[in-house]
């Protein structure tokens, strides 16, 4: 009877139910309700091994569930334990569960879109390129968006381990990859990140783990170019 099990109310990460009263001959003792996530498409099709027990306690016929995931299908069902007759008779505490054929279930009930989960590692790309005197390219993990498309990402920037720069760099879109510039040569430095969709920001990430800029160049040596046409010129030499 899918109409006895009711949603009472839907956030991006809880759904209340309320059910009716189920006739049984015996005294109904406890409820158990089940939920299950339905992922990709063939809702209908999921199995039954899919669910899993909220709780098998329940004597009120109503529940709201929480930590769940925003933007994702759930299917609910609940069934009665009822007293048997030897409960009746001796008032031993103990019943019989009912089949699930004779219990109650929703329709597919999907949670509301929320803010993107925490971006994870942080982490500083290695190579030449990715490692210069004033610059380091770093790349991070985004969170799942929970159903609204995240805008875009902030890096916050730690100087020697105890100075927050004033600046951000912004990364805009969904991208994960950015060439913070700007940097003091020699020093070292840590990241965190955070983004958003339209629901707002994440809380900032943990630090990455500290790395440093190259080394501060050399001092130019003095060098006298080759003649040119007559002439002769002093220039500074690569310092590289």
């Not at 089940?34 to 709780?55: F, L, M, P, W």
Request: contains cysteine; aromatic residues 8%; negative net charge.
């Amino acid at each position: 009877m899918i109409d006895g099990l009711w949603v009472t109310d839907v956030t991006s990460r809880s759904i209340s139910l309320e059910w009716q009263k189920l006739i049984e001959i015996f005294p109904v003792v406890a409820y158990e309700l089940q939920v299950r996530e339905i992922k990709g498409r063939g809702a209908r099709a999921v199995n039954d091994k899919d669910y899993k027990t909220v709780s098998n306690a329940l004597h009120d016929r109503t529940l709201t569930v929480s930590n769940l995931i925003p933007d994702m299908n759930y299917n609910f069902r609940v069934r009665p334990c009822v007293a048997t007759a030897d409960f009746v008779s001796n008032s031993s505490i103990h019943g019989e569960w009912r089949p699930w054929i004779f219990g109650i279930a929703t329709d597919v009930i999907m949670t509301l879109t929320d803010k993107p989960d925490p971006v994870g590692r942080v982490s500083v790309l290695d190579g030449e390129e990715a490692v210069t005197h004033e610059s380091l390219d770093i790349n991070w993990v985004l969170g799942r968006d929970n159903g609204s498309r995240i805008i875009e990402s902030e890096v916050r920037i730690l100087e020697a381990m105890h100075e927050w720069l004033q600046r951000v760099v912004t990364q805009k879109g969904g991208y994960n990859r950015v060439v913070v510039e700007g940097l003091e040569a020699g020093c070292g430095y840590q990241f965190s990140v955070r983004a958003r969709n339209g629901h707002g920001w994440t809380e900032w990430s943990e630090l990455s783990e500290i790395c440093e800029t190259r080394g501060a160049l050399p001092p130019s040596k003095v060098r006298v170019c080759k003649e040119n046409h007559g002439r002769r010129g002093v220039v500074a030499a690569d310092s590289r």
